[in-house]
Nanobody
Framework: QVQLVESGGGLVQPGGTLRLSCVASGFTLDYHAIGWFRQAPGKGRERVACITSSGGITYFADSVKGRFTISRDTLKNTVYLQMNSLKPEDTAVYYC???????????????WGQGTQVTVSS
């Protein structure tokens, strides 16, 4: 049974940091790219980062480049999103999604976690 479970969200002041975790079960990261997405109230879901199944290629939305990094621990079957220099506009529910194959394409994500709330506010 495929599952993705996010954690690590919370309330943080502007300029602060958070690290989100996405624990995968029921499959191995070696065969699937994993993306981090976010959805703010009244807005569509936006992909902010992705890591390929090899772990060798990462992608970031322009809005988070230079501030967010994505990494993974294959022994723990976990993907991380390190978020630095957070801004109020980063406030959203963050989701991780499993891509159906190994590449970081924008579509064809077949499983999703339940999401974790990130709020950036003073």
């Amino acid at each position: 049974q495929v599952q993705l479970v996010e954690s690590g969200g919370g309330l943080v002041q502007p300029g602060g940091t958070l690290r989100l975790s996405c624990v995968a079960s029921g499959f191995t990261l070696d065969y699937h790219a994993i993306g981090w997405f976010r959805q703010a109230p009244g807005k569509g879901r936006e992909r902010v980062a992705c890591i390929t199944s090899s772990g060798g290629i990462t992608y970031f939305a322009d809005s988070v480049k230079g501030r967010f990094t994505i990494s993974r621990d294959t022994l723990k079957n976990t993907v991380y999103l390190q978020m630095n220099s957070l801004k109020p506009e980063d406030t959203a529910v963050y989701y991780c999604g499993r891509h159906a194959n190994s590449l970081c394409r924008l579509d064809n994500y077949d499983y999703w976690g339940q999401g974790t709330q990130v709020t950036v506010s003073s």
